[in-house]
């Protein structure tokens, strides 16, 4: 530690005529602390990145030193503290005329407004900063921000399902990233960007393609000499999940339960949720009952717990963030300046009352139901992740149940699932659970052999009779006649 206390010492003693020698000392040393230092002792992270602040003679550089303590920081899911020094490096920023920073605090904004599912205000801010970085003092920094830019927006386009237009971004950003001159920091963006190239293929229903992709991100991920356990987490959860959706569950297996070993370790929530829901799905593949329950509770559990602690970061962001914007108020949520945040953590869901003074409009609605545009922004977005959880396969799942977890209302669910499904709420579940089955059916030999008893309980149906009843209400078969005409077929 004393290396690198001395190292950031010569670096502000560095004169003007060697500013391009000190700023290349600072980049490094940057790198270092957010990269890996953070990951293995974060408490000497934060204290080198806050001698940076101290000892560093650019204002440019403060900033990005404190802006590292946010990342650090969050990193550890230490959002209330992160708010801390967000809102100091704002009141510093006000003094400097950098459009480099104030590009990036609309990046920041953009990020965060996607996370809580504000699609259209993320796109507003991440517009705004495009324009700003137009008068960016040089080519490079323009490029650079354009591709970090470009990177963010595709995770708008994986959001709304446009896969093939977040894949032609993910292209363009690439393109940038490969002529980075520094190899670590090369191979770091390359990690990053492959890595959702490969969950784009995913979307696509092309297994084979996204495996190979997350190999090659692994690839890019172990050249870079990262240490950080967070980004080799998000490498080895795709890589299982792709292994089983391709069929070779002892793989799958492995790089499952290292992901879970990492996660674990640091006991971050939200990579544990994500492993968690993989695990599940694996032990159910390998028919390891007793495990599967065992992680589907977890993982319950856990989508809960990061569920409240979003909402309270969601509520800190609204409440706490100024609410007009000065013209120079930069804030870089992404690291070295080609972005490697990663937006993990359980989804965001918003307050009804942090969210008053973005969505003034009342939209009116049958039955005397109105109902803002918010809140139909906001039953999307959680429906959607309702559909993704798989929630919906509980036995346990009721119409409260579902209320509580949309975070609405009786009233604006059943008008929702009118007006959006045309149906009630026991037909939008039973459809669900038997399309879930049908897609087994189709996609997983084991099924076909299961007793139709047993299709209906991993489905959720309470009873033999009423899951028959509903299959044969979708699909015009009844379960063993579809069975049979899907064995035909393959």
Known sequence: MRKLLLFIIIIAAKTVTAQNEAQKEFDSLYYEIAINISASNPTLALYLADSLYLHTPSDRQKLRALLLSVDILEKQERHEEAMEFILTALQRTEKIQDYNAQAKIYGYLSTQSRIIGILDEGKLYMEKGLAISEKMETPEEIESYQAMARSELAEYEIYEGNYEKALQLLDLSLMYYNKVEDPKLRNFMQFQIIEVMARCYMGLKKPKKALELFQKADYHLTKSETDNPIYHILAYQGLGEMFMINNKLDSAGIY??????????????????????????????????????????????????????????????????????????????????????????????????????????????????????????????????????????????????????????????????????NTDYNTYINDLRINYIVEQLKTKPTYRKYKISHLAKESGFSSHSNFSANFKRVTQLSPSEYIEKVKLEN
């Open 256 to 421: 499952l339960n290292k992901a879970l070993t990492l996660s674990n370790e640091i006991k971050h929530k939200s990579l544990q949720e994500i492993v968690y829901g993989s695990l599940s799905t694996y032990y159910r593949e390998t028919n390891s009952l007793d495990s599967a329950v065992y992680y589907s509770e977890k993982y319950r559990t856990t989508v809960a717990e990061n569920r409240q602690k979003t909402q309270r970061l969601s509520n800190a962001f609204y409440h706490r963030m100024p609410q007009d914007l000065p013209q120079q108020e930069p804030f870089n949520w992404w690291i070295i300046g080609g972005g490697i945040f990663v937006v993990l953590g359980g989804i965001v869901v918003f307050k009804k009352d942090a969210v008053k003074n973005i969505f003034k409009n009342d939209s009116p609605s049958e039955n005397g139901i109105k109902i803002s545009l918010a809140t139909k922004r906001k039953l999307q977005r959680r429906i959607k992740i309702f559909e993704d959880s798989k929630k919906f396969l509980s036995p346990n799942m009721n119409f409260s149940t579902l209320v509580s977890f949309l975070d609405t209302n009786p009233k604006y669910l059943n008008h929702f699932l009118k007006t959006n499904y």
